[in-house]
């Protein structure tokens, strides 16, 4: 067997028992169904606050279980935070391009001033 082979073989892995996948899934269930009553709740600007604030609760419970994030090394967690780094970059450059656009000129020949 070479070495790399034994390497993958020997590797020990965090066991997560089966219990912890059902309250997880329990959980998920309950903060979808919590989505869908604030849904039917007039909040104002704050519906689209609050629904994305359970979305990213919801996907950061996937990333750190399902994904097994939470037990991994320091370099996946410095990935996945880097990933994370780089998509507010890219959401912070288009909203600045998008909010920085005239409305209701379009067709209509701009002057600046």
Same mark, same amino acid.
């Given at each position: %067997?070479?070495?790399?082979? $034994? ?5 020990? /892995? /965090? ?5 912890? #996948?059902? !309250? ?7 903060? *979808? ?5 604030? $849904? ?5 600007? +704050? ?7 359970? $979305?990213?609760?919801?996907? %950061?419970?996937?990333?750190? #279980?399902?994904? /097994?994030? =939470? ?5 996946? =967690? ?6 994370? #780094? +780089?998509?507010?970059?890219?959401? !912070?450059?288009?909203? @600045? ?5 005239? +409305? @209701? *000129?379009?067709? &209509? &020949?701009? *002057?600046? &001033?």
């Amino acid at each position: %067997m070479s070495a790399t082979m $034994a390497e993958h073989t020997s590797g020990h /892995h /965090h066991i997560v028992p089966t219990r912890i #996948y059902y !309250a997880i899934f329990a959980g998920l269930m309950l903060l *979808t169904g919590v989505t869908v009553a604030v $849904a039917y709740v007039d909040l104002g600007p +704050w519906n689209t606050v609050v629904a994305v604030a359970i $979305a990213c609760f919801k996907a %950061m419970i996937v990333v750190l #279980y399902f994904m /097994h994030v =939470k037990y991994s090394t320091r370099l996946i =967690k410095l990935t996945v935070i880097a990933g994370l #780094y +780089w998509m507010g970059i890219l959401l !912070a450059l288009t909203l @600045g391009d998008y909010l920085t656009r005239a +409305w @209701g *000129t379009f067709g &209509q &020949q701009i *002057t600046l &001033q």
